[in-house]
């Protein structure tokens, strides 16, 4: 599974953005996908993830209400928008994907190391 992170930016507090990810090597509707970041100096955290279906979600509680994750499986595609963006934002974001169905398909991985494939980040810095 290769998976390919775009739509990083620059921007300032208040602002919106909108990150995808697109994914190939594997029928995208099996992979239950998550959006981490990574802000310097600290560990890896999972913002959001969304089921194979997407008819389940996950947010970290900072973010409830600001970021929205959701996928196209047509399009082999899960994004994240990112609204009222807060420099406690900025960060390296990672999307990664979740293949095994031990727990069921609308099972949502919480841990990094549950997932088995990464995409490369793309950097998002909210100034003040």
């Known amino acids: 599974v290769l998976l390919q992170a775009y739509g990083g930016g620059l921007l300032q507090a208040g602002g919106s953005l909108r990150l995808s990810c697109a994914g190939s090597?594997?029928?995208?509707?099996?992979?239950?996908m998550g959006w981490f970041r990574q802000a310097p100096g600290k560990d890896r955290e999972l913002v959001a993830a969304?089921?194979?279906?997407?008819?389940?979600?996950y947010y970290l509680d900072s973010v409830e209400g600001r970021l929205t994750i959701s996928r196209d499986n047509a399009k082999n595609t899960v994004y994240l928008q990112m609204n009222s963006l807060k420099p406690e934002d900025t960060a390296v974001y990672y999307c990664?994907?979740?293949?095994?169905?031990?727990?069921?398909?609308?099972?949502?991985?919480?841990?990094?190391?549950?997932?088995?494939?990464w995409g490369q980040g793309t950097e998002v810095t909210v100034s003040s």
């Open positions: 990664a994907a979740y293949v095994k169905s031990y727990y069921g398909t609308n099972y949502l991985p919480l841990k990094s190391f549950e997932y088995d494939y």
């Open positions: 090597g594997r029928t995208f509707s099996s992979l239950t």
């Open positions: 969304i089921s194979r279906s997407g008819s389940s979600t």
